[in-house]
């Protein structure tokens, strides 16, 4: 039931973040991206006040328990290699969300918009992990 | 920097800060939105309440916001475009284990060299191709 609870609570706060700072406007983030251009600085200011409240949490609070409040295990990952999956992996997704100015979290804090173009984003996005859940891709990358 | 809104964007990243270590702190979970969707697709047992139950309350958090006469914006597009950024978002963050959430947040916040260099890359890459779309008219 907690984790019922708090599965609850965290999404409706990340999708409240994610409007409140209006990251689920394409604009505001390509306005972010174009560098060259006249730049808006909003998605990197999002990202430190994340961070201002996350990082002292996680090491004060989180870093030293040995499981979560829950008695589970914390789920990151243990790897700790930079390998060529990390960075096609990025580079692909880079590609991605600079022809749209869409992330997985502005689109699914999207939904309840009714556009079409979120749904088709949505739609494909999932198609996409599904393709990269298969095994060939999962195989170890040696570089 | 005309449209620039520091403390929209300052007070919705700390919303996202808290959310992240809500999820890790009493689950044990890593709030990566592309890493909670992915585990819908390929449900095992146990797991799968906690990533629906997170993904209703993005979606539905909007409806929390109405009475503030905050709204959504207007997306829209040509519809190609949007599928195949689709994929490539899909297909790159799982090859890349993670998306803006998962290593722009969690994973910086954690100092995981993976994630700052992952972050770093598709932030450079992203750009790249909004320079490109916008000041050289390719793609």
Redesign the interface.
Known sequence: M???I???????????????????????V??F???????????A???????????P??HL???QRS????G??????K????DG?????????????????????P???????G????Y??????????????IDI?NKKCSS | MENFTPWTSLLGGALLGLSAVLLMLFSGKVAGISGILNGLLTPKKGDFLWRFLFILGMASSILLLVPFSIELPTVSGQPLVFIIAGLLVGFGTRLGNGCTSGHGIVGIGRFSTRSIIATCLFISVAALVVFLRLHVGAL
Request: with cysteine; glycine share 12%.
């Open positions: 907690l984790n019922a708090i599965a609850l609570m965290s999404g409706i706060l990340f999708g409240t973040g994610m409007i409140v700072s209006n990251m689920v406007d394409p604009t505001k390509i306005g991206l174009d560098m060259m251009g006249p730049w808006d600085p909003s998605l200011v999002v990202i430190i006040g994340a961070l201002a409240v996350f990082t949490c996680y609070f989180i870093k499981h979560a409040i829950n589970k295990e914390f789920n990151w990952t790897n700790t290699k930079v999956k990390l960075l096609s992996g990025a580079t692909i997704f880079g590609i991605g969300w600079g022809l749209v100015g869409i992330c997985p979290g689109s699914i804090s999207s939904i309840a918009g556009s079409i173009s979120i088709l984003f949505i739609a494909s996005m999932l198609c996409g992990m599904a393709i990269a859940n891709f």
